[in-house]
C-alpha cells in the first residue's frame, strides 16, 4: 500500500485552481469523497480564478451547483454571476435549460445596484426566463423597499439576501480552506486503492505513473495536471 499511498498523495498535491474542476469530475463520478472534497474547497476558495481555466468548462452541474451553494465561497456575487454565465455560455444549447436552477444560487439582492441593471437584467440569457425576470424583480425590491427588505430578513420570502461568510482563510467541514493541504485530507481518510487507479487512469494512464509518484516526479501521462504551486493563468 505504499505505493498507492505514494500515489493518492500525488493526486491530492495536484489540486489547484486549474485542476480541481477537472479532478472533481472524476472524483465524483467514482465516488471517491476525499479528493472530491479537497476539489470542491479549492473551487470554493478560488472560484474566480477556477472559472478562468478550461476545466471549469466541463464541470459537471451538480459540481458547479455545490459550489455555488457554499456559505464561504471567497469571491464576490458578482463573479458567482460572472462564472455562471461563463459555463452556459460553453454549450449554450444543451446548459441554458440550467439557467433556472442555478441563478437562484447567486445572491442577487447583494449585487452592486448599478451592476444589477446593466450586467443582470439587461443580459440576452436572462431574457427567457420567467425564474429570472421573478428573481430581479425580488432583487430591485429588496434595494428600493426597506419594508420589503425587512419581509425578506423576516424569513417570510424566500429570496436569499444573506451575505455568504467566508472566515480567514475559507471554511470548509474540514477547518480553514487555507491552510489545509493535499497531505492532510489523505490523512484524514485513505483513498480505497480502487478508486485511486481509476482516477489516475482517468488523468491520462496509469502506466509507469506510480514510479514517478513514488519517486515524486512528473509521469508524462499526467503532465497536462500543474503541479499545485504553478500558476493556472499560464
Same mark, same amino acid.
Given at each position: 500500500h505504499e505505493l498507492i499511498n505514494s500515489i493518492q498523495a500525488y493526486l491530492l498535491h495536484q489540486v489547484n485552481a486549474a485542476t480541481c474542476c477537472i479532478l472533481w469530475n472524476r472524483a465524483h463520478r467514482i465516488q471517491n469523497r476525499v479528493l472530491e472534497t479537497r476539489c470542491m474547497d479549492e473551487m470554493a476558495m478560488r472560484l474566480e480564478e477556477a472559472a478562468q481555466c478550461p476545466g471549469f468548462l466541463e464541470v459537471e452541474e451538480e459540481g458547479l451547483t455545490q459550489v455555488m451553494q457554499r456559505e464561504d465561497l471567497q469571491c464576490t456575487e458578482e463573479k458567482v454571476? =460572472? #462564472?455562471l454565465l461563463h459555463w452556459v455560455n460553453h454549450r449554450m444549447s444543451e446548459r441554458e435549460s440550467c439557467i433556472d436552477n442555478l441563478l437562484p444560487l447567486v445572491r442577487l439582492s447583494i449585487i452592486d445596484p448599478v451592476y444589477l441593471q446593466d450586467s443582470v437584467d439587461n443580459n440576452r440569457l436572462?431574457?427567457?426566463s420567467k425564474k429570472a425576470t421573478k428573481l430581479l424583480m425580488e432583487a430591485y425590491k429588496y434595494q428600493a423597499s426597506p419594508a420589503h427588505r425587512k419581509l425578506v430578513l423576516s424569513g417570510k420570502l424566500g429570496h436569499s439576501t444573506k451575505p455568504?461568510?467566508?472566515q480567514t482563510g475559507g471554511t470548509s467541514s474540514h477547518g480553514p480552506l487555507r491552510q489545509r493541504t493535499g497531505l492532510q485530507y489523505e490523512q484524514h481518510q485513505s483513498v480505497p486503492m480502487q478508486q485511486t487507479l481509476q482516477i489516475t487512469a482517468g488523468s491520462g494512464g496509469w502506466?509507469? @505513473?506510480? =514510479?514517478?509518484? #513514488? #519517486? $515524486?516526479?512528473?509521469?508524462? @501521462?499526467? +503532465?497536462?495536471i500543474p503541479? +499545485? $504551486? #504553478?500558476s493556472s493563468m499560464q
Open positions: 454571476f =460572472e #462564472a436572462l431574457r427567457n455568504r461568510q467566508p502506466g509507469r @505513473s506510480h =514510479e514517478h509518484a #513514488a #519517486a $515524486g516526479t512528473n509521469h508524462p @501521462s499526467m +503532465a497536462h503541479p +499545485a $504551486g #504553478a
